[in-house]
């Protein structure tokens, strides 16, 4: 099983800073990487797919980039709105489909 | 507007069945994977497995094969994940996606919960 970790668990920073969620990989998922953020109460959000293709409505401050096993999401200018729990998902080891255990982003 | 619409909460006891599901409005359905995501505070997110709905081929992860059961209705576009015997360990929140490239629609979750 692909086992993804992602790094900080907790990033404290300040609104209209720059945000960088890292998730590695055990093994490579060549470039079948995806992020989601979720708020409290909801259901997780698509926010890019494919390493860096931001899904549909995903402000582009949203960034993704990566490749094998390295892989970061970027959020250039912090609102308000984006503190949550961000999710990577390896789409390369069918049928396991796995998640990292999360990053929570928080106010500084 | 494509959505997935979710059964409501249930609370079980351990041994019991259970069949929640994953109705889909405002887009082909069947053209779609359709996932099971389960949720708990312990583990976070884990893929459970997912089905065509155009064939009903299904996929499973290996944790969760013996656990339970996934299936289709093509003609009302609903999915469906299925317990024939419910563990207080199945305690958790319960989503369905559509997979692309990622899972780019979610229903709001079903909370099951397991407890004597």
């Known amino acids: 099983e692909i086992v993804l970790t992602q790094s900080p668990v907790t990033l404290s920073v300040s609104p209209g800073e720059r945000a960088t969620l890292s998730c590695r990989a055990s093994q490579s998922v060549g470039s079948n990487l995806a992020w989601y953020q979720q708020k409290p109460g909801q259901a997780p959000r698509l926010l890019i797919y494919?390493?860096?293709t931001r899904a549909t409505g995903v402000p582009a401050r949203f960034s993704g980039s990566g490749s094998g096993t390295e892989f970061t999401l970027t959020i250039s200018s912090l609102q308000s709105e984006d503190f949550a729990v961000y999710y990577c998902q390896q789409f390369n080891s069918w049928p396991r489909y796995t998640f990292g255990q999360g990053t929570k982003l928080e106010i500084k | 507007e494509e959505q997935l619409v979710q059964s409501g909460a249930a609370v079980k006891k351990p041994g019991e069945s259970l069949k929640i599901s994953c109705q889909g409005s405002g887009h082909t359905f069947s053209n779609y994977w359709i996932g099971w995501v389960r949720q708990t505070p312990g583990k976070g997110l884990e893929w459970m497995g997912s089905i065509y709905p155009n064939d009903s081929d299904m996929r499973y992860s290996p944790s969760f094969e013996e656990e339970v059961i996934i299936s289709v209705d093509k003609s009302t576009s609903t999915a469906y994940l299925q317990w024939l015997s419910l563990k207080a360990s199945d305690t958790a929140i319960y989503y369905c996606a559509r997979a692309t490239g990622g899972m780019d629609v979610w229903g709001k979750g079903t909370m099951v919960t397991v407890s004597s």
């Open positions: 494919g390493v860096s």
